[in-house]
T-cell receptor, first 111, second 116 residues
Framework: GEDVEQSLFLSVREGDSSVINCTYT??????LYWYKQEPGAGLQLLTY?????DMKQDQRLTVLLNKKDKHLSLRIADTQTGDSAIYFC???????????FGSGTRLSIRP | EAGVVQSPRYKIIEKKQPVAFWCNPI?????LYWYLQNLGQGPELLIR????????DSQLPKDRFSAERLKGVDSTLKIQPAELGDSAVYLC??????????????FGPGTRLTVL
């Protein structure tokens, strides 16, 4: 079946790197996403990666995909207070199919 | 360009009452989604429209939930009658569908429903 799992909480010091991990079960997942949700707001797509890629970097964000272990991670370099939010890992089989979301990881920043 | 618009933002009703949520997708987006987000959970798809056709409604509890997307633009999600367990955030999203190289869905701010 389709399932996406991620840890519920992560606390990091301002300026450090944050690494949010995710595992998924569906080996036919083609698209893997990271969404950000701030309080009272909808979800915002941060980045995505195709299943035939190992890594994608976009400014402070680095996504690593281990397809063999079905493991996805999001690294945020130089974490700032504005990065405080809930981060959702998600996957879909195709660009038209539904997106399966994890339960989200709440990232909090310590001064 | 305006994003996905939803109204109302908040709704409080008593159980057994009906309720309706409205969504206006991004202009030109032919795919529209309704998601349910329970507290502490990720969104779960309720229904997906391609233009005015519901192409995936397998997760929609059809005994009390209904949706429509007349003319393939705006959409309404209705619950009748509402139950206590329906308290959640209802998110609408839209995407460019098949013309997009990947399935980026743009989300509205959601409607937070509280059933008393």
């Amino acid at each position: 079946g389709e399932d996406v799992e991620q840890s519920l909480f992560l606390s990091v010091r301002e300026g450090d790197s944050s690494v949010i991990n995710c595992t998924y079960t569906d080996s036919s997942s083609t698209y893997l996403y990271w969404y950000k949700q701030e309080p009272g707001a909808g979800l915002q797509l941060l980045t995505y990666i195709f299943s035939n890629m190992d890594m994608k970097q976009d400014q402070r964000l680095t996504v690593l995909l281990n397809k063999k272990d079905k493991h996805l991670s999001l690294r945020i370099a130089d974490t700032q207070t504005g990065d405080s939010a809930i981060y959702f890992c998600a996957e879909s089989k195709s660009r038209a199919s539904k997106i399966i979301f994890g339960s989200g990881t709440r990232l909090s920043i310590r001064p | 360009e305006a994003g996905v618009v939803q109204s109302p933002r908040y709704k409080i009703i008593e159980k057994k009452q009906p309720v309706a949520f409205w969504c206006n997708p991004i202009s030109g987006h032919n795919t529209l989604y309704w998601y349910l987000q329970n507290l502490g959970q990720g969104p779960e798809l309720l229904i997906r429209y391609e233009n005015e056709e519901a192409v995936d409604d397998s997760q929609l509890p059809k005994d009390r939930f209904s949706a429509e997307r007349l003319k393939g633009v705006d959409s309404t999600l209705k619950i009748q009658p509402a139950e206590l367990g329906d308290s959640a955030v209802y998110l609408c999203a839209s995407s460019a569908g098949q013309v997009s190289s990947y399935n980026e869905q743009f989300f509205g701010p959601g409607t937070r429903l509280t059933v008393l």
